[in-house]
């Protein structure tokens, strides 16, 4: 303790005591030189300066004791102060040698020896001092620290590191409890003390810890030694807390377990794993409530939402802290990121405390409404913690499935698309075709499959958290069908739908083969139901080896030969086997065949339709691949003369079409079959004699629609087996003739070249014939020759090549009638059919006279047709004999023989002209009334 005082004060007091000698001594207390008297306080008296009335002196050591100091309490600076009697007025200020035991000598001044007082003292600091965490105190006297600024000047506030103590953990602390105030945490509150700085007297000591709870009133606990503290002298060895909320996982009121025991001055993973956990794929993840679905390890489905989705304005992402003030605050914080939305109904319950429900949030909702235009229009409303009060399609509808519910999504062109299987066996697979939210491979279900078995659920589900429910519609095709950026629109859901581009499910299919899609687009998503012609044409239109074998424009007819996917040819019936990344073949009614796949063209074998033949997919089959050209049978035989290179399905062609000198006829087989090559090939044996839309001129176009084929009743097969009957075939144009009447005669008439009578009717006359029956002669159609008889026909009009005339007593005896026009010829016998049809017929005729029934008429033989291009083809060939002369022999001017060489004929006017027979008669046109009893005579010659 400091010794100040005057020195004439002294010098009395020892004059004084020595007078006194005698007298007995009490002892003297030290507050009674340089303490207070009332109330006694041993303390010496801090001013300003050396103030004789109150003892006051320059210095602080009010602020470094207590009011309860005691001599041995001024020991720790003035070693022996306790003992010290009268004779320590010496005049000299003494310090211990090592100023409160400090671990470190620690003195005042620099310096452990006794110095002088003086008037004016020279005032320093101390080092090393034990009290002042071995740093370097202000100098004696200053004003006394104040709290909390006061606090640094030892150490540090917190403890920093270097002379203002060891670090440790207390910046991170600060951070969330910064100052003097926030040392309350953990240490005893000195601020609160009427002393705030007596603490320090008391070094030495532990460190008084009592680390606080803020849910509750149980201490928690702290494993390190509590007396290595002092930054230069310690070892400053930490140890851990336990029982802590801080370092808890935050769910509970009672029980504070952490996922890593805090050490102090070991940092924590920044990753959040410490305390409560971090999920998004660390070795920790947060397992409270529904953290795990929310902040997985992007596993199972699994999302990876950073924390600041549901913790706004507390996190910064997922491993940064935005506001402290809501992070270690003994509550629940929830508050949705605005990108989301909605509200949580519990924000701010305690931990540990009831939940809330999620009401509102973009996560939760259906996403747009049909058509695609605007926010969520419904919301689902999940428990915290409760997995049951919410699963797939709970938000949006789902695939149907799978635990998703009995919904299917059906807004855009979902419902469409969900009907289709995509080659899968579980409808949740389905998703994952246009929403492929992982990069495992693709799988046909979950279960029971090879992959399914290596990757487990994660074919489906690894992955969705990063795509799924993430504020944007992914549309990312899987590979299989398409390719990841197929979709055409932005992801940003409520702007509308878009179409896709390139995909194999909107392809012609034919990617299967090559492995490439072709270049397709799709409608706009939702812009309703397609046809097959908006894919892959109806049928498939490709070129044949480009991209790859196509015989579809020969096979029109689809539930034919995909009977599995089409029943009718028209609709989809069954489409797990349409889009399915396979060609599905399967024979409909009364069809049957096998089918092996090629990429390079399937082969069909035993195919009915062929004959029981086989078939390479594009390659091109000639009449005769199937059945033989023509079928062996005798009408077909008769009908058609040609090769397998000449006949083609469809076809209306006929002999003059392929040659002008042809040895048969050759009607090919659109003439009898339909001109539909989709009825080729059927399965049944389609006849067809009339379509309106025939050639014009062909012979098919000159049947009327009453033209038809009745089927017989025998059923017959031929040499490849197909089968066929033996009907009839009526109304047909090659089997027909014309017939010509005048109903009411023919009146007087002058024009005797030209003339036709008003009154004439051309009827036309089917012949009924029986396929594969007798063969016809030259009768079988028209007459032989064709001829008309009174009264029906009056002189022969329409028709000049035969005419009965009335017969009557003239004609006596045959008065039932006698043949005029060209068969009889002017009495000179019969005209042969060549004359007249030399390109038709090159043989004469045989003539049998007819007098039976009081008649007189001449009926020609058959003859054989020479050249098939000129019969039959629609025209009536008529080509001048220029090789046989027409003799005559006469009884006034004998043999006379008349050529046809200048003979013309007009089929437009149907005229003759030139023709040597008509003597002087230069044109004249058939069918023109003749009466060998008028003076038509002169029109050809005269007497």
């Excluded at 409303?381 to 938000?395: H, K, L, V």
């Amino acid at each position: 303790m400091f010794r100040l005082m005057s020195a004439p004060r002294f010098a009395c007091l020892i004059t004084f005591f020595s007078l006194l000698s005698a007298i007995p001594v009490f002892a003297i207390e030290c507050y009674q030189c340089h303490g207070g008297q009332t109330p006694q306080d041993y303390r010496p008296i801090d001013a300003g300066y050396r103030n004789i009335s109150t003892g006051g002196f320059q210095g602080s050591h009010r602020t470094h004791m207590a009011t309860t100091a005691v001599p041995v309490t001024c020991s720790r600076c003035h070693q022996g102060a306790a003992e010290y009697g009268p004779g320590h007025a010496n005049r000299l200020i003494e310090l211990a040698p090592n100023i409160n035991s400090s671990p470190l000598a620690a003195v005042y001044r620099n310096g452990s020896t006794a110095f002088p007082q003086r008037p004016v003292p020279r005032l320093g600091s101390c080092s090393n001092v034990n009290c002042h965490f071995e740093r370097e105190t202000k100098v004696w006297g200053v004003p006394p620290l104040t709290v909390p600024d006061g606090c640094k000047e030892c150490h540090g506030a917190p403890p920093g590191g270097g002379d203002s103590g060891a670090a440790g953990s207390h910046p991170q602390h600060d951070l969330y409890f910064p100052g003097a105030s926030g040392c309350v945490k953990c240490h005893t509150d000195h601020t609160k003390d009427a002393f705030p700085f007596n603490h320090a007297t008391s070094v030495g000591r532990g460190l008084l810890l009592g680390i606080q709870n803020p849910v509750s009133s149980v201490r928690s606990l702290y494993s390190g030694a509590l007396n290595d503290y002092l930054p230069k002298s310690s070892s400053n060895q930490f140890g851990s807390c336990s029982n802590v909320y801080c370092h808890s996982k935050g769910d509970s009121l009672t029980s504070y377990q952490p996922n890593v025991v805090p050490s102090w001055g070991i940092s924590l993973p920044g990753d959040c794993s410490g305390c409560h956990g971090n999920g998004h794929g660390t070795g920790t993840e947060i397992v409270s409530g529904s953290h795990t679905i929310h902040v997985g390890k992007d596993f199972y489905g699994q999302y990876v939402y950073q924390c600041s989705t549901c913790h706004f304005y507390t996190a910064a992402g997922s491993q940064a802290i935005a506001n402290r003030a809501n992070h270690v605050n003994s509550q629940v914080d929830v508050s949705l990121a605005p990108s989301f939305g909605g509200v949580y109904t519990a924000d701010g319950h305690a931990p540990g405390a009831p939940v809330g429900t999620c009401q509102n949030v973009y996560c939760h909702s259906n996403v747009q409404p049909d058509g695609g235009i605007g926010g969520p229009t419904a919301y689902n409303t999940p428990e915290w913690g409760d997995a049951g009060s919410i699963q797939c399609g709970g938000c949006h509808a789902g695939d149907g499935g799978h635990g998703h519910g009995g919904v299917k999504m059906a807004t855009g062109s979902h419902t469409r698309h969900l009907a289709y299987s995509f080659t899968t066996t579980t409808n949740t697979v389905k998703c994952m075709v246009c929403h492929k939210y992982t990069n495992q491979p693709f799988v046909t279900s979950c279960y029971g499959n090879p992959l399914a078995v290596e990757y487990g659920n994660t074919v489906c589900h690894w992955g969705t958290g990063e795509l799924h429910a993430n504020g944007k519609v992914n549309v990312r095709i899987e590979p299989t069908f398409g390719n990841m950026s197929a979709y055409q629109g932005s992801p940003e859901p409520g702007n509308g739908y878009a179409n896709c581009t390139n995909t194999y499910c909107h392809s012609n299919g034919t990617a299967i083969a090559t492995g490439v899609n072709t270049p397709s687009a799709t409608p706009n998503w939702g812009s309703g139901a397609i046809g097959c012609t908006s894919c892959h044409g109806y049928p498939p239109n490709y070129a044949n080896g480009t991209p790859k074998a196509n015989s579809h424009a020969r096979h029109s007819t689809c539930n034919l030969c995909h009977y599995g996917t089409t029943t009718n040819g028209v609709t989809i019936t069954n489409m797990a086997t349409h889009v399915n990344k396979a060609y599905d073949l399967a024979p409909g009614s009364g069809v049957s065949f096998s089918y092996t796949y090629a990429s390079t063209g399937g082969t069909c074998s035993s195919i009915s339709c062929h004959g029981g033949a086989s078939a390479v997919w594009g390659a091109t089959i000639q009449c005769g691949g199937c059945h033989e050209v023509p079928p062996a049978t005798p009408s077909h035989l008769k009908h058609f003369s040609g090769s397998g290179v000449e006949a083609a399905y469809g076809d209306v062609r006929i002999a003059q079409d392929f040659s002008a000198n042809a040895t048969g006829y050759l009607m090919n087989c659109g003439n009898c079959h339909p001109l539909d090559q989709a009825k080729h090939g059927n399965g049944a044996v389609d006849v067809e004699l009339f379509n309106a839309l025939a050639p014009a001129g062909s012979l098919k176009a000159r049947n009327p629609s009453a033209a038809a084929y009745s089927n017989g009743t025998t059923v017959h097969t031929d040499s490849r087996g197909f089968r066929y009957t033996n009907g009839t075939c009526s109304s047909v144009y090659c089997h027909s003739y014309n017939e010509w009447t005048t109903p009411g005669g023919v009146a007087n008439y002058t024009n005797y070249s030209t003339y036709l009578p008003p009154n004439l009717v051309e009827t036309r006359n089917y012949r009924p014939v029986t396929w594969n029956g007798s063969a016809l002669t030259c009768s079988g159609c028209h007459a032989n020759p064709p001829r008309t008889r009174y009264p029906d026909n009056d002189l022969g009009s329409g028709d000049s090549h035969s005419w009965i005339n009335a017969g009557g007593e003239y004609n006596a005896p045959y008065v039932n009638g006698v043949e005029e026009r060209h068969n009889a010829n002017m009495g000179y016998g019969p005209m042969s059919c060549r004359t007249c049809h030399y390109e038709t017929l090159r043989v004469a005729n045989t003539w049998t006279l007819y007098t039976s029934n009081s008649q007189y008429m001449w009926n020609a033989g058959d003859v054989p047709i020479s050249n098939y291009s000129k019969h039959v083809n629609g025209s009536g060939s008529v080509d001048f004999d220029r090789t046989d002369p027409v003799v005559y022999n006469t009884y006034w001017s004998g043999t006379v023989t008349m050529n046809l060489n200048s003979a013309q004929y007009d089929v437009s006017r149907k005229t003759c002209s030139n023709v040597s027979c008509h003597q002087d008669q230069k044109l004249i046109r058939w069918g023109v009334p003749y009466d060998s009893w008028t003076n038509q005579c002169y029109v050809c010659h005269s007497y």
